[in-house]
């Protein structure tokens, strides 16, 4: 894996479901001779939807990573999901990517997944190009495409290229290639060599003016960039080749535009300008803010500590995701700094256990290949290390313990029950769970203390639907599942203090504890919050700490109805005790029961899962559709036409959306579309609370 690091580009391919990702990133694959043939969403034939789950449904469900070179560029792709249910597996590749490559639909513009998977690369800071696809399609309109970019997404985009017509054949106006505004020229893309020969021609005359004032557009947008180029700009209303590609990729690296091109992956037009815009516009890992971290040396402890992308500096790197395999965990690793060594041992400064690295894998989608070592800035598959090892850990030298921000993923809003058909099978499954919660953080699975059941939850129905076909086909377990229900969560609707109380007699002894509590609705960085006001040197340290935690765990055991509990802040006030054998238990009981005093008393509020919705609909079934979304709780935001379709964007509580794929099918005769994402907690109506009560 030998290569320069300027010469290297980590980036994913994100996108609103069906977009194009997966047939973009077999094209790429294809032109840079990774792959020797095309692979096919439709046929399950791709690269990287090579999990059987994948090839049925045609969609990306799992990240995916592979290599590619283009001229002297090594490019490390992560083809992700655009589906919300697996929206971790896009967090989690941002997290550690450099650029990304963002596909919109030019039929369908930007959609609701479009906006998520941008906002997450705001998140991270992630410089990226856009690649309008689809101008094949009926309906393909580039120019709205584009606006809707900027206007929704808050961004800038830059154009760097125009089509040539839109739609296909028989329409005479068909998209037949595309031009490019840098260098002037037209580019047809031979469909009998799929895609692989292209020619470049003078720009057709009907394009000619509609060129010009794109490009005039590109060099006013860039020209601001440098002053001594702006300054030649006004002169000669023109800037060099060069110039422009300098200007291009430091707008780009910084955040202040997005060049935009576009093209038909389906179709071969298109994609190898692509590619080069990725070698000339985003960053090498030299081009990104080096990591920064928390030093966990005793002498130099939470002081933040920068490591730079070089080979020379002490090695860390972070691990993104977690795959079952069957000699062990594959743990993918982004290395940020240093050299990593098969055989070697690392740190894990969050348990402070050391591990084994006992092979290094350079991964290819479903394959792999071993490797010796890799160095900063490479995506590697590591073997050998323990189940100390979560997602979001981070891996360094012994020498220089630093610890790296981990990932923050979405809490989990539906769950279900889930039993196996043998009770033979039941360690198994607790077993088998526990692997599956290890790869998909948004995945939890948890046993009801009081009826036994084991509970499964995640991000939607999909989500559920593909962890038990997992179980069913991965795992040979055969299993029985009830109907999902919501993740309702719990909060309190004033401040409450009480005092928790514990007295018995034992063998004549008194033995007492009261432990003082405030509970009180708060809005913190995370959903609990505790403090403690106790006076220093009050009761021993062993004592208050056994308190404090003891709270703690009984908060996080959920609230009243047992959901857990959310925007809650509790504060241990004050301690009482009579010295005892066993004056730990004692304390501890009461402090179990200072937390449900003043959950009751706090009067419990219910919280549900509200969904961002967006339903696109043709005219003729908008009324239906809108009085079915009124019935069930929704709240309709807008209405816009998108060409011959309506489009509906609305609030909506999931409780009420179990099953609404089906309806919507049934309302428009299939003709109608959605798409759903977890947005926010909004207050449960009363009736639900109150059956809940009893």
């Known amino acids: 894996m030998s290569r320069l690091i300027e010469h290297l580009r980590n980036i994913g391919i994100i996108a609103h479901i069906d977009a194009g990702k997966t047939t973009t990133t077999e094209r790429i694959l294809y032109y840079t001779g990774s792959s020797h043939r095309m692979g096919s969403v439709d046929d ?18 799992f990240s995916a990573a592979v290599t590619c070179t283009w001229r002297d560029t090594t490019i490390n792709i992560i083809d992700t999901p655009g589906h919300v249910d697996f929206t971790a597996e896009v967090e989690r590749s941002l997290r550690v990517l450099d650029g990304g490559v963002v596909v919109f639909s030019a039929r369908e513009g930007v959609e609701a997944q479009s906006e998520t998977v941008w906002r997450q690369a705001d998140k991270y800071r992630v410089p990226r190009v856009c690649f309008i696809n689809k101008m094949d399609r009926i309906g393909a309109d580039f120019q709205r495409t584009f606006q809707q970019i900027k206007s929704r997404l808050n961004a800038n985009p830059v154009a760097i290229q125009l089509p040539m017509g839109a739609g296909s054949p028989p329409d005479p106006q068909a998209f037949s290639g595309i031009i490019d505004l840098i260098e002037q020229k037209a580019i047809y893309f031979d469909v009998e060599s ?32 440098d002053e001594q180029v702006f300054e030649s700009y006004l002169e000669t209303e023109d800037i060099a080749i060069e110039d422009i590609h300098r200007l291009l990729r430091q707008g780009t690296i910084s955040g202040q535009l997005q060049p935009v091109m576009c093209g038909s992956s389906l179709d071969y037009i298109g994609v190898q300008p692509l590619l080069d815009a990725v070698a ?247 959903s609990l919050t505790f403090e403690d006001e106790l006076k220093p040197n ?16 009984e908060a996080k055991g959920g609230g009243v109805l047992g959901y857990r509990l959310a925007d809650v802040k509790l504060t241990l006030l004050g301690i009482k005790y009579s010295d005892s054998d066993d004056v730990e238990s004692v304390i501890l009981a009461a402090a179990i029961d200072a937390v449900r005093a003043a959950l009751t008393d706090a009067n419990v509020l219910l919280l549900e899962p509200i969904m961002k919705l967006e339903v696109v609909t043709p005219d003729e079934f908008l009324g239906n559709i809108t009085a079915d979304l009124h019935s069930r709780r929704a709240t309709i935001l807008n209405s816009e036409q998108r060409e011959h379709l309506r489009v509906v964007n609305a609030e909506a509580p999931l409780a009420a959306m179990f099953g609404y794929s089906t ?17 926010r907690y909004g207050e449960a109506p009363p009736e639900i609370l109150k059956e809940m009560l009893g």
């Open 44 to 61: 399950g034939t791709t690269e990287t939807d090579f999990n059987p789950e994948e090839q049925e449904r045609g969609i990306t469900i």
């Open 194 to 225: 799929r895609g692989e020969n292209f020619r470049t021609e003078e720009i057709p005359a009907e394009y000619q003016e509609a060129a010009k004032a794109a490009r005039s557009q590109l060099l006013e947008a860039i020209a601001e960039l």
């Open 280 to 526: 000339l516009y985003l960053p090498s890992p030299l081009d990104r803010p080096p990591v920064q971290g928390i030093n966990m040396t005793p002498k130099k402890q939470g002081e933040v500590e920068v490591r730079k992308p070089s080979p020379t500096e002490p090695f860390c790197g972070l691990v993104f995701k977690i795959q079952s395999d069957q000699h062990g965990d594959l743990c993918f690793v982004r290395v940020y700094s240093g050299v990593l060594k098969s055989r070697s041992r690392v740190l894990n400064p969050r348990t402070g256990k050391k591990e084994l690295v006992s092979q290094l894998w350079h991964i290819q989608a479903s394959s792999r290949e071993k490797v010796d070592e890799v160095s900063a800035g490479d995506i590697v598959g590591v073997v050998g290390l323990k189940e100390t090892v979560v997602t979001g850990d981070t891996l360094c030298v012994q020498q220089h313990p630093m610890l790296l921000e981990s990932i923050v993923f979405p809490e989990t809003v539906i769950s279900t029950a889930v039993e196996p058909e043998s009770s033979a099978d039941r360690k198994k499954l607790a077993q088998t769970l526990a692997i599956l919660a290890r790869q998909d953080p948004t995945f939890t699975a948890l046993t009801n203390e009081e009826t036994g059941q084991t509970i499964i939850s995640g991000m939607g129905e999909l989500h559920l639907e593909v962890i038990q076909h997992s179980l069913e086909r991965d795992f040979h377990l055969k299993i029985r599942t009830h109907k999902p229900r919501v993740s309702y969560r719990e909060t309190v609707r004033k401040p409450v203090t009480v005092t928790g109380e514990f007295n018995r007699q034992v063998a004549g002894v008194a033995q007492f504890a009261q432990v003082q509590l405030r509970v009180e609705p708060f809005q913190g960085e995370s």
């Open 538 to 553: 009050e009761i021993p340290s062993q004592l208050a700490d056994l308190a404090r935690q003891a709270v703690q765990d």
């Open 663 to 679: 309806q919507i099918r049934s309302l428009s005769t299939g003709r109608a579309s959605y798409s759903m994402e977890p947005l």
